[in-house]
């Protein structure tokens, strides 16, 4: 028995730069891991985020090679995983997706379409009342009716952004918040007074740094307004810190978590502390947003995903079947093999001798 181990990393330009509150994106600088053997294979994404959990491209690469390495001594793969989730958890899952993925025994799992459609959050973006009215409603006839914002400028301003966005919205429709980190206290509290009076902004994202609970809290005791929390969350300890702090949702990414199995058991623990879950990454490829439409589904859950990062990728290396029709995303499968990642840059190769 022989398995091959590889890595490869891509620098992946984007059809626009995506801004977020404490940088602009033009390109993904992802890596994707493979496992091949046996007459099969299995993969894993990597696209790590600066000011995301601290976890740069560098770092990943380091830790990738150190991880094939280990595996070539024998180590193995979910000690590896466990012990990478503690300083680089973006690396831990996607090695760990790469085996989970593997061990499907199908030749090749990701060629397999999914069962249903999953709703989609549309990422709803202006920079003024004008351009995000325009584009809410070039989303809602396109079918979406949950819309996501990014925040972080001045409360007076966002509130005009989000009433414009609110005037568009269909029936039933929603929108969500996303202040990535942005705020202080005082600002936080300003915005959920100037738009709680709405009903159609589902939440208000991660507004403060995540070590910021006390914050939180405070938030949280003086307005009814809905908070979610995702830099913050990326452990059980930290769902229940959740809790203790008056959020009412939590925010999962495969990429945070320790693969598949990981989003699972944390989706499984955030329902026991009776929070509501919001799940995707807009900052993923195809291969990362498939997985996570897949665990979607396998999960449960009924809220509009957010894996959006594949629409932002000019060119993927490889052939995706994710489209999007009527606000729903659709997945026909990827025609993924490590002679398309190999297009890349190798950065990790180990031979393994055992079976994971």
Known sequence: ????????????????????????LERFETFYVALEGEGRAGFGEITPLPGYGGETVQEAAGALAEAARELGAGKPSDEIAAQLARKYPFTASGLKCAF??????????????????????????????????????RLVANGYKVFKLKAGRSPQTEEDLVRAVARELPPGGSMRLDANQAYSYGDALELCRRIEDLGKVALLEQPFEPEMWPECARLTSSTTFPIMLDESIWTKEDIARAVDCGARHVKLKLCKHPGLSGTSALVAEARRQGLEIIYGNGVQTALGNHLEARAHLQ???????????FAKVQNHPFQSGITVSQ?????????????VLATGRLVAEAVLTRRP
């Not at 999960?299 to 990062?309: D, H, K, N, R, Y």
């Not at 995303?329 to 990827?334: A, I, K, P, R, T």
Request: net charge negative.
């Open 100 to 137: 989970e993925t593997w061990t499907e025994g199908e030749a090749n799992a990701f060629l397999v379409p999914l069962p249903a459609k999953v709703p989609l959050a549309g990422l709803c973006a202006g920079n003024t009342p004008e351009e995000i009215g325009a584009e809410a409603r």
């Open 327 to 339: 606000g729903k995303l659709s997945d026909q499968g990827l025609d993924v093999s490590p002679e």
């Open 1 to 24: 028995m022989k398995l091959i181990f590889r890595a490869w990393h891509h620098s992946l330009p984007l059809r626009k730069p995506y801004r977020l509150s404490f940088t602009v």
């Open 299 to 309: 999960c449960g859950l009924s809220t509009a995903i957010e894996a959006s990062g």
